[in-house]
């Protein structure tokens, strides 16, 4: 599976290939910068080297899916 780098200015760098179940969407410009869904789910949303990455191969769909949903500000949706 890939890893999806998000910028901070909201762009997608994807390192190597990419075998995604589910996709997940980040609006830096909504986003409240609660880190609910690090906290949830530290394996998939995490912070490497200032940028936010999102790896939504690291756990289960409906893991990843569940804390989308749990995102208080709305700026992580799943793609359809």
Excluded: Y
């Amino acid at each position: 599976g890939g890893r999806l780098i998000v910028t901070t200015s909201g762009t997608f760098e994807v390192q190597g290939a990419i075998a995604m179940a589910v996709q997940v969407d980040w609006d830096s410009k909504v986003c409240s910068h609660s880190a609910n869904c690090v906290k949830t789910l530290p394996q998939v949303f995490k912070v490497e080297h200032g940028k936010f990455v999102i790896d939504p191969n690291a756990a289960t769909d409906e893991k990843v899916i569940a804390a989308v949903k749990a995102c208080p500000s709305g700026a992580l949706k799943i793609q359809s």
